[in-house]
């Protein structure tokens, strides 16, 4: 029972320490693909210089609340702006992937 106890505590916090996004999709003959990608929280000073700039050009009135990257370079941003939230997937060079 201990070993169950430990074995789901080790689990639990190992994946605290990272994002997951998961994103299906559908092809032909029912079957699904899944693809992870996990993104590690950095403090906001980490992110590349050439991102924030092109960041802050069109999202210059947001601050960056939270800050994470993927093993690709692709980082994952919480941007808030008053008392709104925004989280938002940015390429390596800055350019926005998707809002969530």
């Not at 169950?4 to 999709?25: D, P, R, V």
């Not at 991102?51 to 994470?68: F, H, P, T, V, W």
Request: no cysteine; net charge positive; aromatic share 12%.
């Amino acid at each position: 029972m201990k070993k169950l106890f430990y074995t789901t505590a080790l689990f639990l916090s190992m994946y605290s320490f990272t994002y997951a996004e998961i994103n299906f999709m559908q092809i032909s003959g029912g079957k699904e693909i899944v693809q992870e990608k996990e993104y590690k929280k950095v403090k906001s000073e980490d992110v590349s210089k050439e991102a924030l700039m092109n960041i802050k050009a069109k999202y210059g009135d947001y601050q960056i609340s939270e800050a994470a990257v993927s093993s690709d370079g692709e980082y994952k941003l919480t941007l808030k702006k008053d008392n709104a939230l925004l989280i938002a997937t940015f390429t390596s060079a800055g350019d926005l992937i998707k809002i969530l």
